[in-house]
């Protein structure tokens, strides 16, 4: 796939989404992506192989999410995987600063090596368990794409999130079970459907905040 190609339906996408990207911006992220599928023959760090599919599930399904980050500091992608939604949010957000942790070690060595190639001085890359990991600071986001279900991101988490900071989830078809099973110490304050260029399936963000009430 050539990189006009790619490089147009990124910025179809962009234009789509209404963001604001510099043309830095947009090489970065192409950048990205080609490292990711270089990276990817060798290591199988994402079932998607197709370009262009990798250009509307994987950037421009993180960006999507973009309006919903504004006005934080400090931003955990937890399970980021080859950095989704993370790498791609860190391009558009130089300001906020973004821990992107995985357990995977052959996708934390791309994720260093990803950072490193793209300068992103704003990205840190983590090889831990969530359980585990204890973070210098708190966070005003803990963001994931890829978590099994809110419940055991709620409880595997909760350590990582400043009190006045939120949980952003993203998930395809609104999880009625699993919002089922949040317990009255958190409370989904907003759920939102999010739209993703040329993207049939549903997409949904879940916002969600510590309550204190443990009765």
């Known amino acids: 796939m050539r990189l006009l190609e790619k490089q147009q339906a990124l910025e179809a996408g962009i234009k789509s989404l209404e963001l604001d990207c510099s043309s830095k911006q947009v090489d970065q992220l192409l950048k990205y992506l080609e490292m990711l599928e270089r990276w990817n023959k060798a290591f199988n760090l994402t079932a998607i192989r197709d370009p262009i599919q990798m250009?509307?599930?994987?950037l421009l399904d993180s960006l999507a999410?973009?309006?919903y980050i504004q006005g934080v500091?400090?931003?955990i992608d937890v399970g980021t995987g080859p950095g989704l939604p993370g790498i791609p949010l860190a391009i558009l957000n130089p300001e906020i600063n973004f821990t992107l942790l995985d357990s995977n070690g052959k996708k934390t060595r791309f994720l260093f090596q990803a950072?490193?190639?793209l300068a992103l001085a704003n990205a840190t890359e983590v090889n831990q368990r969530v359980e585990t990991y204890q973070a210098k600071q708190q966070f005003d986001i803990v963001l994931s794409r890829a978590f099994?279900?809110?419940s055991d991101m709620l409880s595997q988490c909760e350590h990582l999130l400043l009190d006045k900071g939120c949980f952003l989830a993203m998930k395809g078809k609104k999880p009625d079970s699993e919002l089922s099973q949040i317990t009255k110490v958190y409370k989904?304050?907003?759920l939102l459907e999010v739209y993703v260029?040329?993207?049939d399936s549903e997409r949904h963000l879940i916002k969600i905040i510590k309550t204190g009430d443990s009765t």
């Open 115 to 117: 950072i490193n190639d």
């Open 197 to 199: 260029p040329h993207i």
């Open 73 to 75: 500091e400090r931003i």
């Open 148 to 150: 099994s279900s809110l």
């Open 55 to 58: 250009v509307r599930l994987h």
């Open 188 to 190: 989904v304050v907003d």
């Open 65 to 67: 999410i973009h309006p």
